[in-house]
């Protein structure tokens, strides 16, 4: 005779239509729940059923948790603008205080996304503990994540720490983080550099028309008129260290120019070199390239370019993009805002000559243009590149290198 199975009364809690939780009798069948809903109580066809609520559930929570506080091994960080600057100890420890509203966090699905360079990253959640049991509280409504950074190369990085409650609709925290690490990564065959600043990364790299790019905008890169003809990077052939402290990293790459335009030889006509600098209390890259002449004495014609944006801005305002080749002056310094890339803009910034192209770049010159130049004479322009997403932080920086005499 094979057992009866009674039908049970137990309660559910059905997300209707309009987003409110209604109680509703269910029957409970061998673990088997049966209940019963109008069309008009589920919508669109879908929702959501709690069977056996927990106590401490709170059904009607559509918040997210909240960050309380950040740290970077130990030390507190701005929580609302999640950058955590410059790392230059590793391993790191990244810290965060979290919080919600009504349901316990979700300790078991916190997980933080990194960079391939960081491997996998392992959070640990941990719940506050009862002050009078020194148990661990798991319905607490708020506790604490961590995961340790190991050793970065040079760059910058972004982390997104994602953080659930236990509430029906699992609201969920997002953290996105970024860091940097300041200094420079050549790649194995060392015809890429990465440079890692306190302002954001950038890439040097031996390609000709596209040799130093801040993020992902458009490289800016050296041409050089000399003999009646043109020359470029073609391929880097040392990396020389200058300076190598917490404080200061210096580099300069030594380069062999490629073909000029005509065909010609350009290795035969100059060598190329750029010195590279980062300083943990500037968020640029420093930059002086120079053009050694190897050829006999004449004019060298050496400028940078051709660095686009939606606009530019210098220290008298904005200004609309002319479509021709004019002077735009020893202004100290342009920002060019930028459509369509993770890097919202590029700050430029020179005591040498800018001007506009004809087709709505910015350009750097000497001046004047057009230098008579010895035999292993060399001309040089210096200047600073930084990302930045206004004028403003492009003027603070350039009052910064003002006030360090760095030209």
Same mark, same amino acid.
């Not at 040799?211 to 040392?238: C, F, K, N």
């Not at 300069?252 to 300083?279: C, F, I, M, Q, S």
């Given at each position: 005779?094979?057992?009866?199975?009674?039908?049970?009364?137990?309660?559910?809690?059905?997300?209707?239509?309009?987003?409110?939780?209604?109680?509703?009798?269910?029957?409970?069948?061998?673990?088997?729940?049966?209940?019963?809903?109008?069309?008009?109580?589920?919508?669109?066809?879908?929702?959501?059923?709690?069977?056996?609520?927990?106590?401490?559930?709170?059904?009607?929570?559509?918040?997210?948790?909240?960050?309380?506080?950040?740290?970077?091994?130990?030390?507190?960080?701005?929580?609302? *603008?999640?950058?955590?600057?410059?790392?230059?100890? /590793?391993?790191?420890?990244?810290?965060?205080?979290?919080?919600?509203?009504?349901?316990?966090?979700?300790?078991?699905?916190?997980?933080?996304?990194?960079?391939?360079?960081?491997?996998?990253?392992?959070?640990?959640?941990?719940?506050?503990?009862?002050?009078?049991?020194?148990?661990?509280?798991?319905?607490?409504?708020?506790?604490?994540?961590?995961?340790?950074?190991?050793?970065? $190369?040079? =760059?910058?990085?972004? /982390?997104?720490?994602?953080?659930?409650?236990?509430?029906?609709?699992?609201?969920?925290? *997002?953290?996105?983080?970024?860091?940097?690490?300041?200094?420079?990564? $050549?790649?194995?065959?060392?015809?890429?550099?990465?440079?890692? *600043?306190? =302002?954001?990364?950038?890439? /040097?790299?031996?390609?000709?028309?596209?040799?130093?790019?801040?993020?992902?905008?458009?490289?800016?890169?050296?041409?050089?008129?000399?003999?009646?003809?043109?020359?470029?990077?073609?391929?880097?052939?040392?990396?020389?260290?200058?300076?190598?402290?917490?404080?200061?990293?210096?580099?300069?790459?030594?380069?062999?120019?490629?073909?000029?335009?005509?065909?010609?030889?350009?290795?035969?006509?100059?060598?190329?070199?750029?010195?590279?600098?980062?300083?943990?209390?500037? $968020?640029?890259?420093?930059?002086?390239?120079?053009?050694?002449?190897?050829?006999?004495?004449? +004019?060298?014609?050496?400028?940078?370019?051709?660095?686009?944006?939606?606009?530019?801005?210098?220290?008298?305002?904005?200004?609309?993009?002319?479509?021709?080749?004019?002077?735009?002056?020893?202004?100290?310094?342009?920002?060019?805002?930028?459509?369509?890339?993770?890097?919202?803009?590029?700050?430029?910034?020179?005591?040498?000559?800018?001007? +506009?192209?004809? /087709?709505?770049?910015?350009?750097?010159?000497?001046?004047?243009?057009?230098?008579?130049?010895?035999?292993?004479?060399?001309?040089?322009?210096?200047?600073?590149?930084?990302?930045?997403?206004?004028?403003?932080?492009?003027?603070?920086?350039?009052?910064?290198?003002?006030?360090?005499?760095?030209?």
């Amino acid at each position: 005779m094979a057992a009866a199975v009674w039908a049970a009364p137990t309660t559910a809690y059905v997300r209707g239509a309009d987003g409110k939780w209604i109680k509703t009798p269910a029957t409970d069948e061998g673990g088997r729940i049966t209940l019963s809903l109008q069309p008009a109580q589920i919508g669109g066809g879908e929702t959501v059923v709690i069977v056996n609520k927990p106590t401490w559930m709170v059904l009607e929570d559509t918040e997210a948790p909240k960050l309380a506080w950040l740290k970077l091994s130990g030390v507190d960080v701005k929580a609302d *603008t999640g950058d955590l600057g410059v790392i230059a100890k /590793f391993p790191a420890t990244v810290a965060l205080g979290v919080k919600d509203n009504a349901n316990p966090l979700n300790g078991p699905a916190v997980r933080v996304a990194g960079p391939l360079e960081a491997g996998p990253v392992a959070a640990q959640f941990i719940a506050p503990t009862d002050p009078k049991t020194g148990a661990i509280n798991r319905a607490a409504t708020n506790g604490r994540v961590s995961f340790d950074l190991p050793a970065l $190369p040079p =760059g910058e990085y972004r /982390f997104t720490v994602t953080v659930p409650d236990l509430s029906p609709q699992a609201n969920t925290l *997002t953290v996105p983080l970024r860091c940097s690490v300041i200094g420079f990564a $050549p790649s194995e065959d060392q015809q890429t550099i990465r440079i890692g *600043t306190p =302002g954001g990364g950038f890439t /040097f790299r031996a390609k000709k028309t596209g040799e130093l790019q801040v993020g992902d905008t458009t490289p800016a890169y050296l041409s050089t008129g000399l003999a009646g003809q043109y020359l470029y990077i073609d391929r880097i052939e040392r990396i020389e260290t200058l300076q190598d402290t917490a404080a200061v990293k210096s580099i300069r790459v030594h380069v062999r120019p490629g073909k000029t335009d005509k065909d010609n030889d350009g290795a035969a006509l100059a060598k190329l070199e750029y010195d590279l600098t980062v300083r943990a209390d500037l $968020p640029c890259l420093l930059v002086t390239s120079r053009t050694v002449l190897l050829a006999p004495k004449q +004019e060298v014609y050496s400028w940078w370019g051709w660095l686009p944006g939606t606009r530019w801005v210098d220290p008298a305002g904005e200004h609309d993009w002319s479509g021709k080749y004019q002077d735009v002056g020893h202004v100290g310094w342009v920002f060019l805002p930028q459509d369509k890339t993770q890097t919202p803009g590029i700050g430029w910034l020179s005591p040498l000559n800018f001007g +506009e192209s004809r /087709f709505n770049t910015m350009l750097l010159y000497t001046d004047p243009q057009r230098l008579l130049t010895e035999t292993n004479g060399s001309v040089e322009l210096p200047f600073a590149l930084m990302p930045a997403a206004t004028a403003a932080e492009v003027a603070a920086v350039a009052e910064k290198l003002k006030a360090a005499g760095v030209w």
